[in-house]
């Protein structure tokens, strides 16, 4: 017997109106949320009340595995609703995610949850570990700052595959 995936939507498959071409989709009310421009949201209160769409909250448990995840990954700045997606599709497995956010695709690819991308087409491949890395002393952190704390300069984001 096969499973059939879950459909989880960031807010970017909402945008995009891709609710009306699905049966079924799961979402958070963390996405419902930032769905603020009138046209989507028209469409978003009809899916809803056609009950279309069934807005989940995960599980705790969940959410401790997404963030053990992201820590370890270093991807702390991921959003609140961001997480919850991803909480909520590894608690549907099997799932698949509808997002543009290369970030969070990064998250599920190590999670092991399946994404696809929504308008931009770009999907990333390789799993990634993002590191913070002053541009004048070269020090690496595993969290952002703004400021380097030993010399003062500037702090950018990079990945490294691993």
Known sequence: MKLYP???FDTSAFLAG??????RVYTTNLVISE???AKSKELLELAISAQKIYIVE???ESYKKVNEIKDRISASKLSLTDISVAALAYELRPSVVFTDDLMLQNLLLNLGIEYKSVKLKVSIKNRKKYVYRCVGCGRV???PYSYCPYCGNKIIQETENY
């Open 6 to 8: 879950h459909i989880v």
């Open 18 to 23: 891709l609710e009306m071409y699905y049966d």
């Open 35 to 37: 769905v603020k421009d």
């Open 58 to 60: 995960p599980s705790e």
């Open 141 to 143: 952190f595993n969290k």
